[in-house]
């Protein structure tokens, strides 16, 4: 992906649709913004139907980079956050 230019989602605080086509994943940014434990999904599809590609658990205050390498999402791209809260940019493209 050396050269590549990708989109960002912006910061999501909520469950967010970031792409309704087909896309690659770049990379997850996600910081735990309320002294808790946190979990959020990235699933390829419109929604939490659509199949998980990726998962983060986050302890209290962490903040963390996870790099996708380019995951094909064949049918869009879905943030879930499953539980405490978070601030989290998706890059894609």
Excluded: W
């Excluded at 605080?13 to 735990?32: G, M, R, Y």
């Amino acid at each position: 992906m050396a050269g590549q230019t990708c989109r960002s989602s912006g910061v999501l605080t909520s469950d967010a649709i970031i792409s309704t086509e087909q896309c690659l994943l770049v990379s997850i940014h996600v910081c735990e913004v309320a002294g808790a434990a946190a979990e959020i999904r990235i699933y390829d599809g419109t929604s939490a139907s659509g199949t998980e590609i990726a998962r983060i658990v986050l302890a209290a205050n962490q903040t963390i980079e996870f790099d996708m390498h380019g995951v094909l999402a064949r049918n869009g791209l879905f943030f879930k956050e499953q539980t405490g809260q978070v601030a989290c940019s998706v890059e894609f493209a």
